[in-house]
């Protein structure tokens, strides 16, 4: 152990930095972006991370990202029907945003335009070493939306934020703001066909009192890498709900980074992983309770089947002034198949002394007295167990009480057991 | 609801300047020249009268730690270390290898006798209570009469008791020295089996300088008729502590051990590299118990100990069973996983932990569970708690195998902060290759409910008292494991600190 080298770079290292090179010119910004893609660029360069650093343990992104496809702006991409019915979207088709739409309350602007003006440019940049996806997104990072929801509006449609590869690679931003008292749904889909190579950050800040659902469906083709972060920040009193549905893809980093600055905030974690084939998915979750009562339950329940890994790793921190913190995570794992892996890192780290946290984590297969009992009334094995799979993970998603969204989410749960269970 | 006082004032009475043994005692020592290279391993060699194969074992262990990078990914921070600046091997003069009770020194004994442990069997048979100057530490396990005891002095071993006796039942129990030349066969077979010497920095580095330690070998079918106990102390300055323990239970044996360390107060940080490897074959079972009473630094955190131990045990036999359990006070910095590699079938292993951390320490410790065999099972239980500046890490790791069919594991940590200037932190690491796997985890960082309060207190029993039964419950799955004569002193240790506390 320990014995240090200078990496010689990999294949899709060595592609990445290819492409930026030729990429470079076309990627839309003014000075102070392109500084900032440079910037990206350099750290990517020192290699891809290992096992060796502490947030990438349990994947290995330098040996496992080989996918490294070329943009290709001749590809179409067709946007979907909206996941859920009235919504109103806004699809990102192989890396262009569209004109937008408008919604009463809230503002759309194409990302393209605050890169050509530079507006976003601070908000650009791995948010340290370890930020592979910051920096990759950074360096390459073209289009998206930011949306501007005012304060005080209640939008009752859901906002679909559509990103729909066709292969090659493309990085998207989306950046949202939530006003004080506002409240919204929104539905980030990360879909799409051919293998892409697919980096996504978004940025969500949450005013006072707020309150936000956000769901996540990730169903990219088996071969499809997906790189994605979520980054929330949670002001005095607001509550978010993140909802998470991973089913698609080979490689999957999703990285969720809340920071709750604001006393009495809330957050709710709840999060399906659906492994099948030789995918390896990882969700990494980043939350720290920053000030006085503020709450959090994290839920997540993972099926692995086949070939899969799976990995989840979730560290809250509780900071000295954060007292009367209550922060309460689990994640559950089973596995169908005698190849599944699932490795999980729950973490704590605690800095204030009156505090309820707690963690949980299990990984099993089926319980057999709940087999015995459901065979014991004539069904017969194969149905018994889907019912007990399906079971555990569906109780995620009947917490989310809209019943439409329910039985949409459970839609695609029944296609992807019908496929791959 | 922040601890309660009686919690806070307990944890303040084992507070780092609170610390009983850190007196000094000037023996003339025979040390090896200060600093780290070959010289000074084949001084140690030499030294100890080793043969060959010894020494080109520590000579191999020392060129690949040339290669080898300190490790820094435990949550513990120190400055650098300089190994050119100890001295690795510091003898009594007067007595400077085991030998008869009758040849160590006066002053050893001494030193013994204050920090409780008598040496001298006949009156420890005869129950003799000699009065100590430290009236407090007389009345403990070591007086029971049903211990022997190994000590270890800086870099030697100068006595070990009851070795007739134990030899009568066919138990070897002698330092590690006399080990490699009077059953060099046991020892070429085991040593480094279970931590060979390319394991980590530290374990590597003992490997090369290792002085002493215990050798305990429990021959097939014997059940060892007495606890057996190494009792370490550093007392000379500058030293390193390396001390390496071997214990092995063949079939059916069984063996209770228990490990014992203080060291005198100091302003510079001494370092102790330990590394421990127990092998138990098919139905074999060691229980191995440690008191860790380092001394800690003093209050703003200046002085202590340097903890960094390799502690691992290998379930090399079906049905073989090994269990940890540690009570951790000491140390300015304790880094160490007592681990087991479950690998015979349905082997079992068992990590009991309670680490209190106070003024400047900073203790990231846990264990390793490796599910290697079929229908193994372990089980953790850590409490941490912190108080002062500390920190307190728990940091494990449940693996099972892809061929572990039927792996079972249980794992429970909780932790309390007193004071808002610590921090408790779990780091769990499960990984599970088998789908009949049943893994369980779970850590808890929070008061006492005060639903279990205000059953007990309705029965008329003061706040207080409530809550020191209810933390009694607490630690008892810790407590219980110890063996009985060692949990009255450790409850002691621990009553302390925990009382008033929480789950």
Known sequence: MNIHSTPKLTAAETALIDAFGERFSELPGDATVAVKRDDAVEALKAGLPTRRVEAWHYTDLRRLLTNVPGYDSTLAARAKPALLAGSTVLPVLNGVSGAGASIDGATVTRLVDKLLDGSFAPALGPREPADTVGALNTAFV????????????????????????????????????????????????????????????????????????????????????????????????????????????????????????????????????????????????????????????????????????????????????????????????LLLSDEAEFSTKPELEIFADDVACGHGATVTEIDRNHLFYLMARGIDEKTARGLLVKAFVAEIIEELEDEATVEVLEGILDDWFAEHV | MPAVQETIEQVRNIDVDQYKYGFESFIEMDKAPKGLSEETIRFISAKKGEPDWMLEWRLGAFRRWLTLEEPTWARVHYPKIDFQDIYYYAAPKSTPGPTSLGDVDPEILKVYEKLGIPLKEQEILAGVQKPTDDGEASDNVYKSGRVAVDAVFDSVSVVTTFRAELAKAGVLFMSMSEAIKEHPEIVRKYLGSVVPTTDNYYATLNSAVFTDGSFVFIPKGVRCPMELSTYFRINEKNTGQFERTLIIAEEGAYVSYLEGCTAPQRDENQLHAAVVELVALDDAEIKYSTVQNWYPGDKDGKGGIYNFVTKRGDCRGDRSKISWTQVETGSAITWKYPSCILRGDDSRGEFYSIAVSNGYQQVDSGTKMIHLGKNTSSRIISKGISAGHSNNTYRGQVSVNRRATNARNFTNCDSLLIGNDCGAHTVPYIEVKNSSAQVEHEATTSKISDDQKFYVMQRGIPEEEAIALIVNGFVKDVIQELPMEFAVEAQKLIGISLEGSVG
């Open chain 1, 142 to 333: 073209a289009d998206g939306y930011f949306i501007d929801i005012a304060a005080g509006a209640e939008i009752a449609a859901p906002i679909e934020i559509q990103n729909v590869q066709a292969g090659g690679q493309t990085h998207s931003r989306f950046p949202v703001r939530v006003g004080q008292g506002a409240k919204a749904t929104i539905v980030e889909r990360q879909t799409g066909a051919g293998n892409a190579l697919t980096s996504s950050i978004s940025h969500l800040t949450l005013g006072e009192d707020a309150e936000l659902l956000w769901i996540i469906v990730q169903d990219q083709p088996d071969g499809a890498t997906c790189l994605s972060q979520f980054n929330a920040e949670l002001a005095k009193g607001s509550r978010l709900t993140l909802f998470f549905m991973n089913a698609g893809s080979k490689l999957v980093r999703q990285e969720i980074r809340v920071r709750m600055p604001g006393e009495g905030a809330d957050f709710k974690l709840r999060g399906i992983n659906l492994l099948s084939g030789d995918t390896h998915c990882d969700v990494t979750m980043m939350l720290d309770h920053l000030a006085e009562n503020t709450t959090s339950t994290e839920i997540v329940r993972n099926v692995a089947n086949g070939a899969a890994k799976g990995v989840f790793q979730g560290q809250i921190k509780v900071a000295k002034d954060a007292q009367k913190t209550d922060a309460k995570m689990a994640c559950n794992t």
